[in-house]
C-alpha cells in the first residue's frame, strides 16, 4: 500500500498537502478544522508587522462558465495581534501534535526584530518558519515581500538573521516578480536556507470595470496592483520550480505553490522535485474539503504507478525537461484525425489555417468541395492564383452561403439531420501530412478527447540536437577552412 | 396608404387565452443564457448555420451573447432573417439548426438555438432600440407584393434596405399572414408577431389591407409597378368529400387556430375530433385540449409511421393526452343540425388493425386537417407557369416563368415552415433588386 506520509526538510508529514499561508490559515480555529478535513499541514497566515487592510481586497479573472481561473487580492499579513496568533499556534499543536503548522513570518529588515519574532513563533510551538519574501503589494512598499525578494542580498542577509535564532527548518518563499528566480533562491540556499517555496503572487491588474472605468478590486474608486494566484498561474509556477529544482546552486527541499487545486497538480509539482505542495485559492473557491480527493486520486495514481511513497516520484520529471538546443530535430510527428470519434466542428479546420501551416482541408468525399469556388478571397479579386492550391476558408464560407437549404418534411424528405447517425464524412477534415508540421495546434483546439492524435513518423535519421548540428558544422567549416589554400 | 405602425397595440387576443397557451419553451435567464451560449464551440462554417434556411450565422449571434454584446447579437441575427424572433419561437428546431449541431455528436446535447435567439432578439425588443438597419437611398424603383405573409416581409426587408419601395397588399386586417394568425399560441404570440412586423415597418413599408387582388386587379399592379412580388400563401383546407361537412359543428384548423389566437374562441365543447395528422392538425388537436375539450382524438387514414406532422409534435400531442385512431376514414358525419358522432370505416392498413377500427365516435366539434388547397386561381391564363396550382420559380432568386413576377413562400415551395418563407422572400428581394440593376445600397 503506498503512503502519502512524508519527511520534508526534516519535518515529518501526514501528507503532502498543506494550507498555503493566506486567508484559509487565518486563524487557529480555520486551520484545526482545516486538519480534521485532512490537511496535512497549514502555513499560518504571515506573522509580523501591524498592518491594515483595505475593503474590498479581491477580484478574479472567470473563463467561460468557469468562476475564478485567475485570482487576485491586494490583502496584507495578519491583521491580528501577534500575541493572539501566537496563543493559537500553541493551541493548535498541542490539539494536533501530528500535524504540521509553519509560521509565515514578514518583519522589518532589522536583525533584532527578526531574532525577537523567530524566538516567539518557536517558542509557540510551531514546526517551522517560512520567510515570505514574496508578498508583492503593500508590504514591499515598506521595504519588505517582494522588496526582499528581489533583491538577492538582502535576502541573503535576512535568511543568515534567522539561521542564527532559528531551531526549526527555515524555508524562504520565493517572489515570481523577478526576472531570473534562481538568483534568490541561490541567495537563500548561501544564507542558510533549509527548504524553498514557490510561488508567492505575481504582479497583476485583473479587470477594469467599463462602466466606471475603475480597476478591479475597487477601494472607493481606486486600486492597487495586486497579486495574482490560481489555476491561470500554475505552469508559471511549475517552470520556476522546475528552474529552482534544476540548479545545484539553488536547489533545497522544495514546497511547491501557485494554482494547485487537484491531485494531478499536486502530482505534477512533485514530478519537478516539490517534496510537498500548498494550496491557496482552490481552498478558497471550494472550501477545505478539496483535500480528500487530491489524497485519494493522487493514492490512486500512485498504486497504478507503482510508487510506494513521494520520495519514488519525486523529482522523476526534471531529467526531461532540457534546454532547447538539446531536443532532438530529427523526432517527428503528424496530426491524425480520427473519423469515428470526429463531430465536425471544424476547429481544426479554421486553427491550421489561421495559426499554423494551412494543411488541413476540407475535401474529404460525400459533398465535400472538389472543385475551387470563387470566394471573397481577394486574391482572386486581384486574379492571383490562390497561394496554396487549396480552398481557402473564405472560399469554403462562399460555397456554404450559396447552398439552399430548406426545413425537412417528415417522411419525405428527413436527411441525416437529427437520425443520430454519425457526422457527414464532408465534415471531417482532412490533414496533408507532407505539409504538416506537427506543431500540435489542431489536437489542442479539438473539442473530443483522443480525436486528433499526433503519430510518429519515422525520418530515418538518427536523433540529432542543435547543440550537436552546429558543433558538427562548426567542425566542417574548421577543415574546410583549414583544407582552404587561399587562407 | 395606410398606416404601418402600431400593429402590436391593435393586437386582438385575450387574456384568458394568454393564460392557457403560456410558452412551451420558456424564455431563458440571463444567467442560463450565458451558460448556454459560452457552451457553443464557435464551429468553423458551422452545420447549424447551413440547416437554418436563411443561414443565419449562428457561432456569431451566440459568441456575441456570451461577449455581452446583445445589441450586435441581435443584429446578426436580423442580418439574416428580419423576422428572427417570429423564427425563434416558431421554427422546428429539432430539424433544423439544433437537429444538425455537432454537440449532438459529443454528449447529445445541442445547444439550445433557439431559445439564445429569442433571448438576444426579446433583448432588444425590451431595450427599446430601433432596428439596427436604414432602408436604402431611394432608387424611384417600386414593386407590390401580394400578401403580408413571412414571405413578403422578408421581400419587403430587402428591397428597402436597397431603396427600393415595397407595396404590400394583404386579404386581412393585419399584417404576418400565417405567422401572425397560424403558429400556436404557446410557441408564437399572435403579439409577438405583431411586434417583429413593427420593427420591420421602420425600413418605411407600406400596407395595403382588406384589399384582396383578382386577376385584373393585378394587372393594374403589374403596369403600375417595376415588379411583382406573390406571397399569397395557400388556400382553404381541403375538404373530405362526404355529405354534411357544411353543418354546425364542422370547422378546419387554420380557422380554429386564427379564431382562439384572435380571441373570438375561447372554449370548444368537450369532444372533438381532428381529422388528419401533420403538423396544423397536431396544433388544432392540442388547442382543443387548452380550450377545455375532454376528449381529443385523432383520426388519420394510415399509421404512426407514416404520419406527417414532426416525431417532437406527435410526442407533445400524447403527453396533452390527445387519442390517436389509426387506419381509418370518416365515412358519415351524424347529427340533425350539429354533429353528433363521426362514423369510421376502416383504411388500408395492417389486417390486424382492420376490424376493430371500424366504429363510431361521439364528436361535438369536428376539426379538418388535410392539407390545404393552392389559391392561385388568379393566375391562370399563363401569366406565369404553375404546377398543380404550385408557382413554379427558380430557387436561387424566386423569378417565375414571367421576368416581371417573382415568388416565395407556401405558394411556391408547397407549404413548409415560416423560415422556409423568410428565406424563400430574402431570396427573391435580392433576385428583384439584381433584375432591377440596382446596387446595393447598403452591402
Ligand atoms: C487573499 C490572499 C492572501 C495571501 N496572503 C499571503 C500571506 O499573508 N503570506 C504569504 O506568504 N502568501 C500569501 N498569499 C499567497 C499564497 O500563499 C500563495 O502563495 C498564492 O496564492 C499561490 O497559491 P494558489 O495559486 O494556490 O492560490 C496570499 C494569497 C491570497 C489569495
Ligand atoms: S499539427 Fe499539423 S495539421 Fe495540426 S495544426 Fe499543426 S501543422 Fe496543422
Ligand atoms: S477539431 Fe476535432 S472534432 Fe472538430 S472537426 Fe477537427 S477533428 Fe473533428
Ligand atoms: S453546431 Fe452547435 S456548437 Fe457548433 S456553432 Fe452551431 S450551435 Fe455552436
Redesign the interface.
Known amino acids: 500500500m503506498p503512503t502519502l506520509e512524508t519527511t520534508f526538510a526534516g519535518i515529518k508529514c501526514l501528507n503532502p498537502f498543506w494550507l498555503a499561508s493566506a486567508p484559509p490559515t487565518n486563524c487557529g480555529e480555520q486551520i484545526m478544522r482545516a486538519f480534521d478535513a485532512g490537511w496535512g499541514g497549514a502555513v499560518w497566515k504571515t506573522i509580523g508587522a501591524p498592518v491594515t487592510n483595505v475593503s474590498s481586497r479581491y477580484s478574479s479573472i472567470d473563463w467561460?462558465?468557469q468562476r475564478m481561473m485567475g485570482f487576485n487580492n491586494i490583502e496584507l499579513i495578519s491583521d491580528r495581534p501577534t500575541e493572539v496568533n501566537l496563543r493559537e499556534i500553541a493551541e493548535v499543536k498541542k490539539r494536533y501534535p501530528k500535524h504540521v503548522v509553519i509560521a509565515s513570518l514578514m518583519v522589518e529588515s532589522k536583525r533584532e526584530t527578526w531574532h525577537d519574532i523567530v524566538q516567539r513563533v518557536e517558542d509557540a510551538g510551531a514546526d517551522g518558519l517560512e520567510l515570505n519574501f514574496g508578498c508583492p503589494h503593500g508590504m514591499s512598499e515598506r521595504g519588505m515581500g517582494s522588496a526582499v525578494g528581489q533583491v538577492p542580498e538582502y535576502c541573503e542577509e535576512i535568511t543568515g538573521w534567522v539561521k542564527e535564532k532559528a531551531r526549526t527548518p527555515v524555508v524562504v518563499k520565493l517572489t515570481p516578480n523577478i526576472s531570473d528566480i534562481r538568483m534568490p533562491a541561490r541567495a537563500a540556499k548561501r544564507g542558510g536556507a533549509d527548504a524553498l517555496s514557490a510561488i508567492n503572487t505575481i504582479n497583476s491588474i485583473t479587470s477594469i470595470d467599463l462602466e466606471t472605468l475603475q480597476p478591479r478590486p475597487n477601494v472607493d474608486g481606486k486600486s492597487s496592483h495586486g497579486g495574482y494566484c490560481g489555476p491561470a498561474v500554475k505552469p508559471i509556477a511549475l517552470n520556476m520550480v522546475q528552474q529552482v529544482m534544476s540548479d545545484p546552486l539553488a536547489a533545497l527541499p522544495m514546497s511547491g505553490i501557485g494554482g494547485i487545486g487537484s491531485w494531478q497538480d499536486a502530482a505534477e509539482f512533485i514530478l519537478l522535485g516539490s517534496g510537498t505542495v500548498q494550496v491557496c485559492t482552490a481552498a478558497m473557491h471550494y472550501g477545505y474539503r478539496i483535500v480528500e480527493d487530491m489524497s485519494d486520486g493522487l493514492l490512486a495514481w500512485m498504486r497504478r504507478k507503482g510508487y510506494e511513497t513521494i520520495d519514488d516520484f519525486r523529482g522523476l520529471s526534471l531529467p526531461n525537461v532540457r534546454e532547447w538546443k538539446n531536443l532532438n530535430l530529427n523526432f517527428r510527428v503528424v496530426a491524425e484525425i480520427h473519423a469515428d470519434k470526429c463531430?465536425?466542428?471544424?476547429?481544426c479546420?479554421?486553427a491550421c489555417w489561421d495559426g499554423a501551416h494551412q494543411c488541413i482541408h476540407?475535401d474529404r468525399a460525400d459533398g465535400g468541395m472538389q472543385t475551387l469556388v470563387k470566394g471573397t478571397d481577394p486574391r482572386y479579386e486581384h486574379g492571383e492564383p490562390n497561394p496554396h492550391g487549396m480552398p481557402t476558408?473564405a472560399m469554403?464560407?462562399a460555397k456554404?452561403?450559396m447552398?439552399?437549404?430548406?426545413?425537412?418534411?417528415?417522411?419525405?424528405d428527413?436527411s441525416s439531420?437529427?437520425s443520430?447517425e454519425?457526422?457527414p464524412l464532408h465534415?471531417v477534415p482532412r490533414v496533408d501530412e507532407d505539409e504538416c508540421v506537427g506543431c500540435n495546434l489542431c489536437s489542442l483546439v479539438c473539442?473530443?478527447p483522443e480525436c486528433i492524435t499526433m503519430e510518429r513518423r519515422d525520418t530515418g535519421l538518427p536523433p540529432e540536437t542543435w547543440e550537436q548540428r552546429v558543433a558538427k558544422r562548426e567542425a566542417a567549416e574548421s577543415v574546410a577552412a583549414t583544407g582552404n589554400p587561399n587562407l | 396608404m395606410s398606416t404601418s405602425t402600431g400593429f402590436f397595440e391593435k393586437a386582438p387576443g385575450s387574456p384568458e387565452i394568454a393564460e392557457r397557451f403560456a410558452d412551451l419553451h420558456p424564455p431563458l435567464t440571463p444567467v442560463a443564457a450565458?451558460?448556454e451560449a459560452?457552451?457553443c464551440?464557435?464551429?468553423?462554417?458551422?452545420?447549424c448555420?447551413?440547416?437554418?434556411?436563411t443561414?443565419i450565422d449562428v457561432p456569431k449571434f451566440i459568441k456575441k451573447i456570451?461577449s455581452d454584446n446583445l445589441e450586435g447579437s441581435a443584429r446578426t441575427i436580423l442580418d439574416a432573417n428580419i423576422l428572427g424572433a417570429s423564427c425563434s419561437r416558431a421554427?422546428?428546431v429539432?430539424?433544423?439548426c439544433?437537429?444538425?449541431c455537432?454537440?449532438?455528436?459529443?454528449n447529445s446535447r445541442p445547444i439550445e438555438i433557439g431559445r439564445l435567439q429569442r433571448f438576444a432578439m426579446d433583448a432588444l425588443h425590451a431595450s427599446g432600440a430601433p432596428l439596427p438597419f436604414e432602408p436604402g437611398k431611394d432608387t424611384g424603383k417600386r414593386v407590390a407584393l401580394i400578401g403580408a405573409g413571412p414571405a413578403s416581409l422578408a421581400c419587403a426587408a430587402e428591397l428597402r434596405r436597397r431603396g427600393i419601395q415595397a407595396d404590400l397588399f394583404d386579404a386581412r386586417a393585419l399584417p404576418g399572414g400565417l405567422n401572425t394568425y397560424g403558429i400556436a399560441e404557446y410557441k408564437l404570440p399572435l403579439v409577438e408577431s405583431l411586434r417583429e412586423i413593427d420593427m420591420l415597418t421602420q425600413l418605411g413599408v407600406d400596407f395595403h389591407f382588406n384589399t384582396v387582388i383578382d386577376a385584373r386587379a393585378l394587372d393594374d399592379l403589374e403596369a403600375r409597378y417595376d415588379a411583382v412580388f406573390l406571397g399569397v400563401g395557400l388556400g382553404a383546407i381541403r375538404k373530405l368529400g362526404i355529405a354534411g361537412e357544411e353543418r354546425a359543428g364542422v370547422t378546419n384548423a387554420l380557422d380554429m387556430i386564427a379564431e382562439y389566437k384572435s380571441g373570438t374562441m375561447t372554449s370548444v365543447p368537450a369532444r372533438v375530433a381532428v381529422i388528419g395528422a401533420g403538423n396544423t392538425a397536431i396544433d388544432a388537436a392540442i388547442a382543443a385540449v387548452r380550450l377545455g375539450a375532454t376528449e381529443v382524438t385523432m383520426i388519420y387514414r394510415r399509421g404512426p409511421?407514416?404520419?406527417?406532422?414532426?416525431?417532437f409534435e406527435y410526442e407533445h400531442a400524447k403527453q396533452e393526452g390527445v387519442r390517436f385512431l389509426w387506419h381509418v376514414v370518416p365515412s358519415e358525419l351524424i347529427g340533425e343540425e350539429s354533429i353528433t358522432s363521426l362514423r369510421l370505416a376502416p383504411n388500408l392498413g395492417p389486417p390486424a388493425h382492420r376490424s376493430e377500427n371500424a366504429c363510431e365516435v361521439a364528436v361535438d366539434l369536428l376539426v379538418l386537417a388535410i392539407g390545404q388547397g393552392t389559391h392561385t386561381e388568379f393566375l391562370d391564363g399563363g401569366k406565369v407557369e404553375l404546377e398543380r396550382g404550385r408557382i413554379v420559380v427558380s430557387?436561387?432568386t424566386g423569378q417565375t416563368s414571367n421576368a416581371k413576377y417573382f415568388a416565395g413562400g407556401d405558394c411556391a415551395?408547397g407549404g413548409?415552415?415560416v423560415?422556409?418563407a423568410v428565406?424563400d422572400g430574402k431570396?427573391a428581394g435580392i433576385g428583384i433588386a439584381n433584375y432591377l440593376e440596382v446596387a446595393h445600397a447598403n452591402a
Open positions: 467561460s462558465n463531430i465536425g466542428c471544424q476547429l479546420y479554421t476540407l476558408p469554403v464560407l456554404s452561403a447552398v439552399i437549404t430548406t426545413t425537412p418534411i417528415p417522411k419525405l428527413m439531420v437529427a443520430g454519425g457526422t465534415r473539442p473530443v | 450565458m451558460i459560452n457552451r464551440l464557435y464551429c468553423f462554417d458551422a452545420p448555420m447551413a440547416a437554418c434556411p443561414h456570451a421554427c422546428p429539432e430539424v433544423l439544433e437537429g444538425s455537432v454537440l449532438n455528436h459529443h409511421e407514416s404520419m406527417s406532422a414532426f416525431t430557387r436561387a415551395n413548409r415552415e423560415v422556409d428565406a431570396r
